[in-house]
Nanobody, 124 residues
């Protein structure tokens, strides 16, 4: 699966951004967003099944971020609201062909394909 992420940028604290990730190639069952800041390990943000259902979120983004997909366009999204300076990071989309549930969704090593990353900068 080839992934192309976009939508990052500079935003003030309290603002919103929507990240997009165009997917092409074979079908997949699980998709996710991760983020990484310099000097830190990659961090799980959110994940869900392509068929829908209950999404999984990292605690710090719960209630502020929403992960969803557009079936018609085969595009993944991460809607980010009430952004904070600590949300500043490079955000990566990722997919796995097989279905993942529970804590397995939080592990970057479980994903088959990754986008190139898009930078989100939140100013205070």
């Amino acid at each position: 699966v080839q992934l192309q992420a976009s939508g990052g940028g500079l935003v003030q604290a309290g603002g919103s951004l929507r990240l997009s990730c165009d997917a092409s190639g074979r079908t997949f069952s699980t998709y996710a967003w991760f983020r990484q800041t310099p000097g830190k390990e990659r961090e799980f943000v959110a994940a869900n099944s392509w068929r829908g259902g209950m999404a999984t979120y990292e605690d710090s983004v719960m209630g502020r971020f929403a992960i969803f997909r557009d079936n018609r366009k085969n595009t993944l999204h991460l809607q980010m609201n009430s952004l904070k300076p600590e949300d500043t990071a490079v955000y990566y989309c990722a997919v796995r062909v097989e279905y993942l549930s529970g804590t397995l969704r939080r592990l970057g090593s479980m994903y088959d394909s990754w986008g190139q990353g898009t930078l989100v900068t939140v100013s205070s």
